[in-house]
């Protein structure tokens, strides 16, 4: 099954993890996954917020290359908001006859057009669960995620907005991950916010309301016993994992969940080792969790050892 | 947020284009897409929260919060390399509009850095010169 493969800007740097398990399970699942040469950024959620037309223009020059690239007919991104931006961009253009005319436009200055409809777009665990499928990912599992506890997690972009067509799962108590962890072995546990926010970019700009966003989730899957948090895009993946320790430090808790990538959840149920998917990058160490499924893992750098006060110094206070 | 979406919705009705341009409603819009699969009337309630913002940079109606500045600052390094740059971006933004915040997020930037998930470097695409036409073009169109 040969599909374009559109990383986007996160799977470089915060979400490199999240391109290493996806490109280290895409061959045992069958997948054969062709980067889009060239792309650009999907301008995420800020680019519409100035200006929509360049907002629209700027992911269309990538719906433009990917349908130009060897009769690419589907085309799947890991990430959530480069999904959404690249499906709303192909549907738009389609639905609105104005904006598919003015992106036609601008993107005829760059000398490339894009007849919307021409890609099909898809979130890459759609592909897994109703392409690859779960019996036959099933078929494949030689280390069960046996007595792990996961709290699925979706965020928002993967289920909405539904944009006419129809939706992949339910937009506001989705199943299909949750499947999938099962299919791999895990207890999968109920997550009633499953579906909600993760705070995007709120971290930056009101990050008191980013962290309540945070503490909601991560509350909601300690109160159901979650050894770790299973996530599907980059976003959620940073602000629940790299917030963590300040979302504890703001409300005085003590969450200590992981939060991994799917796409690594099945790495480890093939029997790949960690380091092969990226595994050890995390804040918040999964470690002690993965454990429990007898792997072993190693942290991706070592903590610095912190200096021990010297007892003869001025007394300092203490941090 | 100083208006609820509803009322925000009930000003507009109301012809107050100044003071709907001026809330910072829009700007706490996180795009999660709830309003719009549950509006029983199918209103693109998130697209018209963009529009908003639109309207509002335009207008240079957003003194109240920072959420302009900080997409302005995104869309500056997309323009500039093709590419997002997190560091950079984080680094602009928090440096000009909340200098202090900087020790807070030490932490979090250390944490990162040390897991190698930050690059101190933007890549670039290598037709950056055929996006920036397709951009400048795109400016050209832009009607809000």
């Known amino acids: 099954m040969r599909y374009g493969y559109y990383p986007g800007c996160s799977l470089g740097s915060t979400a490199a993890p999240y391109d290493v398990s996806t490109k280290a399970i895409a061959k045992p699942l069958g997948l054969e996954l062709e980067e889009i040469h060239d792309w650009n950024c999907c301008g995420a959620t800020e680019y519409f917020s100035i200006q929509k037309t360049a907002a629209y223009a700027l992911v269309a020059r990538n719906l433009a290359l990917a349908a130009d690239q060897d009769g690419l007919k589907q085309l799947t991104a890991p990430c959530s908001a480069c999904y959404l931006n690249l499906r709303k961009t192909d549907h738009y253009m389609g639905k609105y006859p104005k904006i598919g005319e003015r992106t036609n436009e601008a993107l005829a200055a760059g000398g490339l057009s894009y007849q919307p409809g021409s890609l099909e777009i898809r979130h890459l665990l759609d592909i897994v669960v109703n392409d690859v499928g779960l019996e036959s990912i099933a078929e494949k599992v030689t280390n069960p995620l046996k007595g792990l506890r996961l709290a699925p997690y979706y965020g928002c972009l993967i289920v909405r907005p539904t944009l006419g067509d129809e939706p992949v799962d339910n937009p506001e108590y989705p199943t299909h991950l949750d499947e999938l962890l099962d299919a791999l072995g895990a207890t999968v546990v109920d997550f009633p916010l499953k579906a909600h926010c993760c705070g995007g970019h709120m971290t930056q700009i009101s990050s008191d309301t980013a962290y309540e966003l945070i503490r909601r989730l991560l509350q909601n899957a300690a109160d159901y016993e979650a050894d770790a948090i299973v996530t599907i895009c980059p976003m959620c993946q940073l602000n629940l994992d790299a917030y963590q320790s300040q979302v504890n430090g703001h409300f005085g808790t003590s969450f200590d969940l992981p939060v991994l990538y799917f796409t690594q959840m099945i790495g480890l149920a093939l029997g790949m080792q960690p380091k092969e998917l990226g595994i050890g990058k995390e804040i918040v160490s999964a470690s002690k969790v993965l454990k429990k499924i007898g792997v072993e893992t190693e942290e991706a750098e070592a903590k610095p050892e912190r200096k021990k006060r010297d007892d003869k110094s001025l007394p300092m206070p203490k941090v | ?144």
Request: one cysteine or more.
């Open chain 2, 1 to 144: 947020m100083d208006h609820s979406p509803r009322k925000i919705f009930a000003m507009i009705d109301a012809g107050m284009k100044e003071e709907v341009l001026k809330s910072n409603t829009p700007w706490y819009c996180v795009s999660c897409y709830y309003c719009m699969v549950r509006c029983p009337k199918e209103i693109p309630i998130t697209d018209f929260m963009y529009t908003l913002k639109n309207l509002a940079v335009e207008a240079k109606y957003y003194d109240s919060s920072d959420a302009p500045d900080f997409s302005e600052s995104f869309i500056g390094y997309v323009e500039k390399y093709g590419r997002s740059f997190e560091m950079g971006l984080a680094t602009r933004y928090h440096l000009t509009h909340k200098p202090l915040s900087k020790f807070s997020y030490g932490p979090f930037a250390l944490g990162m850095l040390m897991k190698n998930r930050i690059s101190l470097r933007p890549e670039r695409i290598e037709n950056i010169d055929q996006l920036r036409a397709i951009l400048d073009k795109a400016k050209s169109l832009e009607v809000v």
